[in-house]
T-cell receptor, first 110, second 113 residues
């Protein structure tokens, strides 16, 4: 089955800096890659996703890039703000259910 | 628009007691439904998923079971809770095809004492 590795497990940045979270996947058949943000005590919420026919997608301060050849995808957050502090999960899906990474705790200090 | 409900929001149960958590979805038909468990500070563990009424796939062996008595209702049960069953239980739905976004419910926080 699919295996998704996510790095780093924790990431601390200063407000205004950029943050990058990276994921790799194992199943070359995977073609859908969502990213979720989970604030403390809340449900995970979709923040951005990308499909395999696209290499990059941007939504304001967040962007996702996908390299299908290398089987990795990344989340980029620019101009980080304290409210970006949360746990971020990547996931991959092909013909079955989503497989999630173990999460990255992002801490943005004012 | 679609909404997903879970109840109860929080639950404190003694070891050995039964469990029933309920999830319902509104605004869509024939969704795929999922149960996840999240231990404190940990990732999302898929427990069960269902592609239709009465169709349940189990991802991990445990003392939990799931049922889907109606199209938009998903129930997580246990006959005897263990301490290790404590956690944050999340129900999710997606459209009924591969490679679709999953949308999570508000979750049930379960503490087994």
């Amino acid at each position: 089955g699919e295996n998704v590795e996510q790095h780093p497990s924790t990431l601390s940045v200063q407000e205004g800096d950029s943050a990058v979270i990276k994921c790799t996947y194992s199943d070359s058949a995977s073609n859908y890659f969502p990213w979720y943000k989970q604030e403390l005590g809340k449900r995970p919420q979709l923040i951005i996703d990308i499909r395999s026919n696209v290499g990059e997608k941007k939504d304001q301060r967040i962007a996702v890039t996908l390299n299908k050849t290398a089987k990795h995808f990344s989340l980029h957050i620019t101009e980080t703000q304290p409210e970006d502090s949360a746990v971020y999960f990547c996931a991959a899906s092909g013909y079955s259910t989503l497989t999630f990474g173990k999460g990255t705790m992002l801490l943005v200090s004012p | 628009s679609q909404t997903i409900h879970q109840w109860p929001a929080t639950l404190v149960q003694p070891v050995g007691s039964p469990l029933s958590l309920e999830c319902t979805v509104e605004g869509t038909s024939n969704p795929n439904l999922y149960w996840y468990r999240q231990a404190a500070g940990r990732g999302l563990q898929l427990l069960f998923y269902s592609v239709g009424i009465g169709q349940i796939s189990s991802e991990v062996p445990q003392n939990l079971s799931a049922s889907r008595p109606q199209d938009r209702q998903f129930i997580l049960s246990s006959k005897k809770l263990l301490l290790s069953d404590s956690g944050f239980y999340l129900c999710a739905w997606s459209l009924a095809r591969a490679g679709e976004t999953q949308y999570f419910g508000p979750g049930t926080r379960l503490l087994v004492l």
